[in-house]
């Protein structure tokens, strides 16, 4: 089974500085995705990017990027320019490329994200 | 374009209290639905997931259930609640199909039992 490890329960950034979240995961398989998602006070879940493990190119979206590091099976988010908005709970995620319906998501346990003003 | 909604916001349920959590979609067909569970402070559980209407595939034995009655609608349940029942429960989609390989989560529901 799919595990996915956030080793870093918290960070603290201050505002307008760069940080990296860290997440690794275990996988067999050699097509995937990976997934960061942010959880804000609201609690919902809101994904921030994405990574299909078969295009090499790190994606990027506006201030958020990932460090994906397949054969290191590591997957970790920079956020650049931090800003106060960006507090939340940061969760690492896998999904299985199958498509036989029962994808599912396997969830790391967060990181908690402080933006120090 | 699609939307899920999730009902109600916050529950405060007797222990013992029978339960009934219900999740929709709307803008997509035959989407996954997922409900997963999220203990303070800590990660996320799935609890169920279906591929389509009947269809309900449990990850953890509890004492909860699923159903989807329709093709966009998902239901949590149960018959007799537990303090251990406490968290707060999200519902998701997705529609690999339709290219959609993420998930959407809806807004949660809040349980306290009591």
């Known amino acids: 089974a799919q595990t996915v490890t956030q080793s870093q329960p918290e960070m603290s950034v201050q505002e307008a500085e760069t940080v990296t979240l860290s997440c690794t995961y275990d996988?067999?398989?050699?097509?995937?995705?990976l997934f960061w998602y942010k959880q804000p006070p609201s609690r919902q879940m809101i994904l921030v990017i994405r990574q299909e493990a078969y295009k090499q190119q790190n994606a990027t979206e506006n201030r958020f990027s990932v460090n994906f590091q397949k054969a290191a099976k590591s997957f970790s988010l920079k956020i650049s320019d931090s800003q106060l908005g960006d507090a939340a709970m940061y969760f690492c995620?896998?999904?299985?490329?199958?498509?036989?319906?029962?994808?599912?998501?396997?969830f790391g346990t967060g990181t908690r994200l402080t933006i120090i003003p | 374009s699609q939307t899920i909604h999730q009902w109600p916001a916050t529950l405060v349920q007797p222990v013992g209290s029978p339960l009934s959590l219900e999740c929709t979609v709307e803008?997509?067909?035959?989407?996954?639905l997922y409900w997963y569970r999220q203990a303070a402070g800590r990660g996320l559980q799935l609890l169920f997931y279906s591929v389509g209407i009947g269809q309900i595939s449990s990850e953890v034995p509890q004492n909860l259930s699923a159903s989807r009655p329709q093709d966009r609608q998902f239901i949590l349940s149960s018959k007799k609640l537990l303090l251990s029942d406490s968290g707060f429960y999200l519902c998701a989609w997705s529609n690999y199909a339709q290219g959609d390989y993420g998930y959407t989560f809806g807004s949660g529901t809040r349980l306290t039992v009591v």
């Open positions: 803008g997509t067909s035959n989407p996954n």
């Open positions: 995620a896998y999904r299985s490329q199958s498509n036989f319906g029962n994808e599912k998501l396997t």
């Open positions: 996988t067999s398989e050699s097509d995937y995705y």
